[in-house]
T-cell receptor, first 109, second 116 residues
Framework: KNEVEQSPQNLTAQEGEFITINCSYS?????LHWLQQHPGGGIVSLFM???GKKKHGRLIATINIQEKHSSLHITASHPRDSAVYIC???????????FGDGTTLTVKP | KAGVTQTPRYLIKTRGQQVTLSCSPI?????VSWYQQTPGQGLQFLFE???????NKGNFPGRFSGRQFSNSRSEMNVSTLELGDSALYLC???????????????FGSGTRLTVV
């Protein structure tokens, strides 16, 4: 079992739908990151969380430290949101990052 | 301000050769970390440098090495290339190392290495 598990692996939505991507982890962490990767490879860091909830525009990220679970929500999804969303955790001791396998999101007009 | 710059963008090498990739962080960022991304393994952490010192290292063989210069620019080197080293190599920079970071980090666009 991977230390970081994401679900779903693939997600197709219609424009305007509310999207939720989940991330569960099994190790102690200092922070959890949500990353967005568009075709071509460029990665954008969306959020870094150590507790609670953060919001940026239509994107909301939450983390529950006790349950070792985080969610990324996209409200009013748009085709330009189509990308791979990756959950990554920074460990507490060694400081290394561990990545989930990513969720491929396709938003259709 | 300029983002994280990785050079070259694309590279084709032959098995057995060595390769050096470069990463220039955002001005003022002193931490640079390197990652390998392949279709089969996803994103994997290679190593991280801060103030010219390697702070953390992932589970990669000794053929993978790196260094950081006094201006925070970093290079990674892969010797004796294997077909399995074909990947997108990404670097990211941040103000401080991740383990202490209260800030996020910024990625470069990556170098796509193909080993033939």
């Amino acid at each position: 079992k991977n230390e970081v598990e994401q679900s779903p692996q693939n997600l197709t939505a219609q424009e305007g739908e509310f999207i939720t991507i989940n991330c569960s982890y099994s190790v102690g962490i200092s922070a959890l990151h949500w990353l967005q990767q568009h075709p071509g490879g460029g990665i954008v860091s969306l959020f870094m969380l150590s507790s609670g909830k953060k919001k940026h525009g239509r994107l909301i990220a939450t983390i529950n430290i006790q349950e070792k679970h985080s969610s990324l929500h996209i409200t009013a999804s748009h085709p330009r949101d189509s990308a791979v969303y990756i959950c990554a955790v920074s460990g507490t001791n060694a400081g290394k990052s561990t990545f989930g396998d990513g969720t491929t999101l396709t938003v259709k007009p | 301000k300029a983002g994280v710059t990785q050079t070259p963008r694309y590279l084709i090498k032959t098995r057995g050769q060595q390769v050096t990739l470069s990463c220039s962080p955002i001005s003022g960022h002193r931490s640079v970390s390197w990652y390998q991304q392949t279709p089969g393994q996803g994103l994997q952490f290679l190593f991280e440098y801060f103030s010219e010192t390697q702070r953390n290292k992932g589970n990669f063989p000794g053929r993978f090495s790196g260094r950081q210069f006094s201006n925070s620019r970093s290079e990674m080197n892969v010797s004796t290339l294997e077909l399995g080293d074909s990947a997108l190599y990404l670097c990211a920079s941040s103000l401080v190392p991740r383990i202490l970071a209260t800030y996020g980090y910024t990625f470069g666009s990556g170098t796509r290495l193909t080993v033939v």
